[in-house]
């Protein structure tokens, strides 16, 4: 039992012993014991509230010595209980807004609703930083007992976002409530950085438009995709299981689905897809090849590959451990 709890019920049983005494002893009622042991234990000096026999007497001061004791320790704990308490959240505060100041290449979730929840339980299953921005101080508390970095206040305000490191952050993701906020947040986000990829979520019909006008790189309507989801289910289950297990936790043995983009300096700059034979080498397999905005699935072997494509490839994760081994040196980078 706390401190604090342990002197407050011994200090409840001081009262309550000296109202039951001072009512057998001198047979007043239960408010006149009640007052009397009240006054005896802060010392206020009112004076008796019924005459004391002798017996009274020495009972008022046993009352008097055991109990004023008892509650300057309730009084010191309760200071101290105070002090500390403001004195860790203090630090706390100071611990976070450091560590925070040192993020670079960090996620930042706006909301933690059901989608933000969901998009930070992956995001962390990947093994990424992320930083929550959250109003609901019910909310923000609860991230702080997880361990998770938390911003408190209104993702649509510039000195929150710079807060939560937007300037460093490699990608944010906007799953507000509503579409005014998620728009008032893509849009101080890129003004902020322009560089940060940008996920938003949209709920009303011409959202997704007025999203990507204010800046977000992708926009997902969770009411089309779930039912496109569920039409997929029913019409093409074992495609959906493939994607589910490829996109799954990462399993030394089990498929993986990953991205590598190519820079300047990677030995597969200007080769074609044949002349890599990463299927022979390593035993991945390019299932498609990002160029800018253009998505070219299943590229043929005489493909070229050419500085800053990405590279969809799959494999198990002894397979890719493999090709990143192989490609360390001047090969391609997994982007994060």
């Known amino acids: 039992m706390p401190?604090?709890?342990?002197?407050?019920?011994?200090l409840a049983a001081i009262f309550a012993g000296g109202t039951l005494g001072y009512g057998l002893i001198e047979g007043a009622s239960w408010w006149d014991a009640f007052y009397m042991t009240a006054i005896t234990l802060t010392t206020v000096g009112y004076g008796e509230v019924f005459p004391l026999s002798r017996t009274g007497?020495?009972?008022?001061?046993?009352?008097?010595?055991s109990g004023f004791g008892l509650l300057l320790l309730v009084a010191t704990d309760l200071g101290r209980s105070v002090v500390e308490g403001e004195l860790q959240s203090y630090l706390g505060h100071m611990r976070r807004t450091r560590m925070l100041g040192k993020m670079s290449g960090h996620e930042i979730v706006c909301g933690w609703g059901r989608m933000g929840q969901a998009a930070v339980a992956e995001l962390l299953r990947n093994h990424k930083q992320v930083v929550v921005v959250e109003s609901n101080a019910e909310k923000t508390r609860r991230l702080e007992e997880l361990g998770i970095p938390t911003v408190a206040g209104d993702a649509?305000?510039?000195?929150?976002?710079?807060?939560a490191g937007v300037e460093r952050a490699r990608g944010l993701v906007a799953c507000l409530n509503d579409d005014a906020h998620n728009?008032?947040?893509?849009?101080t986000a890129r003004s902020l950085n322009p560089k940060l990829h940008i996920v938003a979520r949209a709920g009303e019909e011409g959202a997704d438009a007025r999203l990507l006008r204010a800046g977000a790189n992708r926009v997902v309507n969770p009411y089309h995709h779930g039912g496109v989801r569920l039409a997929h289910l029913l019409s093409r289950p074992a495609v959906v299981d493939f994607v589910d297990f490829s996109l799954g936790p990462a399993d030394a043995s089990g498929l993986?689905?990953?991205?590598?983009?190519?820079?300047?300096a990677s030995t597969l700059a200007g080769r074609t897809l044949a002349e890599v034979d990463l299927r022979r080498r390593c035993g991945v397999g390019v299932?498609?090849?990002?160029?800018?905005?253009q998505l070219i699935p299943n590229p043929e072997p005489d493909l070229g590959i050419a500085p800053g494509d990405v590279l969809v490839v799959v494999g198990?994760?002894?397979q890719l451990a493999r090709f990143e081994e192989?490609?360390?040196s001047g090969g391609p980078s997994k982007e994060e």
């Open 183 to 187: 728009v008032y947040t893509v849009l």
């Open 256 to 264: 993986q689905v990953e991205q590598l983009r190519v820079d300047g």
């Open 326 to 328: 192989i490609l360390a």
């Open 156 to 163: 649509t305000a510039e000195a929150v976002l710079k807060a």
């Open 287 to 293: 299932v498609a090849l990002r160029r800018g905005e």
């Open 3 to 10: 401190r604090l709890a342990r002197s407050a019920l011994f």
């Open 57 to 65: 007497e020495v009972f008022t001061v046993a009352v008097l010595f």
């Open 316 to 318: 198990s994760g002894t």
